[in-house]
């Protein structure tokens, strides 16, 4: 018998920014960190024979949790690798739900009625899932194996060993980041013995604990933003609603609005010039309407920052902020340090590379 365990990777940049990351080479945030210490607390004692992952780094880096105590290599399959989602890779999820909502319906509910241009089909994901982790099993027949894979690979592959027809994925919930999965193999037959337990995880570091757009018991609402350039946004009155101080000194060449529906949130301003020659894009502002602060709205602005930079090949991302105030804790937080500092203003950091 072949005992595997089938891991979903620790929280990244997509849980938090609340972009669409299938193949894109999203990176594992802070409280990754501390949701890695606990998956290799969990593992402590366990008798582990070979590591398995994803070759996106968001899978590849979680295993090391399970590989690095057993001086154990990290052996890398695309086969275990997210859906890929075409041209809805790193696209903001308030995005797709505002531009298709039937499709992105369809993702979540019943994916094998979702297809978009460049995707991977529903069927393809489960079979080069199931054609891995049988074939792996075999291999290490009487073994412990640790496989290290995504969310809707992994829902995927749990609907088809569960006999779950595609519109009723519902029945198998959302699962968290580094939930583990066990299942058995023996005489060529997988048997399930429990799935999506992230029960290492306390409310504090769990991603779904700290999010609402999963759950059924209440009306739902994803909390997810759309984007626009700002200069593509009709009526003057929205853009007095967004005209900060900072907003009004900085120099910007990118301005981007941001609303929950067709509620105006937020403003991005970008200068895609300074700092240029030091690989580094610059945040001239993030200003939130104060009614919606608080709320978890800052930090997709701020993946939407470092989704253009990346694009631009950058491999750091700056921002001022005034000294002492409750944005250099927000920024540090999200992976931000200090670079300097004085009187009026704090110059901080982050390496965005994800390649």
């Avoid at 890695?36 to 979680?62: N, W």
Wanted: aromatic share 10%.
């Amino acid at each position: 018998m072949t005992k595997v365990y089938l891991i979903r990777h620790a929280e990244s940049e997509g849980n938090i920014y609340r972009r669409a990351h299938g193949h894109y080479n999203g990176l594992l945030t802070g409280r990754a960190s501390a949701q890695l210490e606990m998956l290799k607390s969990r593992f402590d004692g366990e008798h582990i024979d070979a590591v398995y992952s994803s070759d996106l780094s968001r899978a590849s880096d979680t295993a090391k949790a399970i590989s690095e105590p057993r001086d154990l290599p990290i052996i890398t399959s695309q086969a275990l690798r997210e859906a890929g989602l075409g041209v809805w890779e790193d696209t903001a999820w308030g995005d797709i739900e505002y531009l298709s909502p039937d499709m992105n319906r369809n993702f979540g509910h019943d994916p094998a009625e979702w297809s978009v241009s460049g995707s991977e089909d529903y069927e393809d994901v489960k079979s080069r899932m199931l054609s891995f982790i049988l074939e792996t099993a075999k291999r290490h027949d009487g073994e412990t194996i640790a496989l290290f894979s995504h969310g809707f690979a992994i829902r995927s592959f749990l609907c088809h060993v569960n006999g779950i027809a595609s519109h009723e994925t519902d029945k198998i919930p959302y699962c968290d980041n580094t939930a583990v999965a066990l299942l058995l193999f023996n005489n060529n037959e997988l048997k399930l013995e429990y799935y999506n337990d992230n029960s290492h995880l306390n409310n504090e570091i769990s991603t779904l604990a700290n999010q609402s757009w999963w759950r059924t018991e209440q009306k739902w609402q994803s909390g997810n933003l759309r984007f626009m350039p700002l200069n593509e946004v009709a009526g003057e009155s929205l853009i007095r609603i967004f005209k900060a101080k900072a907003g009004e000194r900085a120099h910007v060449d990118m301005q981007y609005a941001a609303f929950q529906g067709d509620e105006p949130i937020g403003i991005l301003g970008l200068d895609t010039e300074r700092e240029r020659r030091l690989s580094a894009g610059w945040i001239s502002y993030l200003h939130i309407v104060p009614a919606y602060r608080n709320k978890g709205f800052g930090v997709q602005l701020l993946g939407l920052a470092v989704s253009d930079f990346r694009k631009k090949r950058r491999s750091r991302l700056r921002m001022e902020i005034p000294s002492g105030s409750l944005g250099i804790n927000f920024m540090s937080k999200l992976g931000f340090h200090t670079l300097d500092v004085t009187d009026a203003q704090c110059l901080m950091e982050k390496d965005i590379r994800n390649w």
